[in-house]
């Protein structure tokens, strides 16, 4: 793979944008951010060297996540940001410079385009990373400034089995250190006895391996959760509906001055 000289950007101008904001006016207290909406890489990459089915499946985006968060956006009338740009390019909910940054290998399967220095490391987070989290902080800066209430809620899917462990839960509820909308979902999901649900399991946010919650919900104080729900339940229109609508109905009975007194 050929470097690229400091001037030339990496997207070519007739290449998407590495973020799409929709609905920015939706009056929901609710925000809400699809990390690993997209499983495109921009021309200039040349698939990061993949050439077999890798990019449309789950290392390269979260499959179902947009489909998903699109239609909780319209249910709740929430402004959404999505990234623009496959989470193999640079992954927009992992610190920079992190290892799974530009990951050199994502669930056994090795990235060939992904062996560069850090000046290409750097032109990734110009194009893709930072204008996505700008967005965002845009978003959330215009919204304090106008006194509105906000809760940022992550949207992203999960693989039903990696690296040959089968994973149980349907969905899973993540937080960090603040627990205050967590507990509300966890709570909500799991009064239905049919679902399992994890409570930070398969995965947890962590300030060395998350982005997005510690930066736009935990720096600001406002209350957050990442919401995972397994792909295998995300596969058709009706599913994805189904979470949608699941997802909505939780998030209409959720008071959120009152989530601020308890926090
Ligand atoms: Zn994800």
């Not at 627990?179 to 709570?187: D, N």
Request: with cysteine; hydrophobic share 40%.
């Amino acid at each position: 793979m050929s470097s690229l000289p400091p001037a030339v950007s990496l997207l070519e101008p007739d290449e998407p944008p590495a973020f799409e904001v929709v609905n920015p006016e939706g009056r929901s207290s609710a925000v809400l951010l699809c990390d690993h909406a997209s499983n495109l890489v921009p021309r200039r990459l040349a698939r990061l060297g993949l050439y077999g089915e890798e990019l449309s499946e789950h290392i390269g985006w979260d499959l179902g996540a947009a489909r998903l968060s699109r239609r909780l956006s319209a249910l709740l009338d929430a402004p959404l940001v999505l990234s623009g740009y496959s989470r193999l390019v640079i992954d927009c909910n992992r610190p920079l410079g992190s290892p799974t940054s530009i990951p050199q290998i994502s669930g056994g399967v090795p990235i060939p385009g992904n062996a560069i220095d850090a000046a290409e490391a750097e032109a990734r987070a110009e194009a893709c990373f930072w204008p996505y989290h700008r967005a965002i902080r845009a978003l959330l800066d215009a919204r304090r400034d106008a006194g509105e209430r906000t809760a940022v809620l992550c949207v992203h899917s999960f693989t039903p089995s990696l690296l040959g462990d089968d994973r149980p839960w349907h969905a899973a509820v993540l937080y960090g250190r603040d627990r205050r909308l967590a507990a509300r979902f966890l709570e909500a999901l799991r009064r239905d006895p049919a679902l399992c649900v994890g409570d930070n399991e398969p995965y947890r946010i962590t300030e060395g391996g998350d982005y997005s919650v510690p930066a736009h919900g935990e720096a600001r104080g406002l209350p957050h959760v990442l919401l995972e729900i397994r792909q295998d339940g995300l596969a058709s229109d009706e599913q994805v509906e189904a979470w949608a609508q699941r997802l909505a109905a939780i998030y209409r009975e959720i008071d959120l001055s009152q989530l601020a007194a308890q926090g």
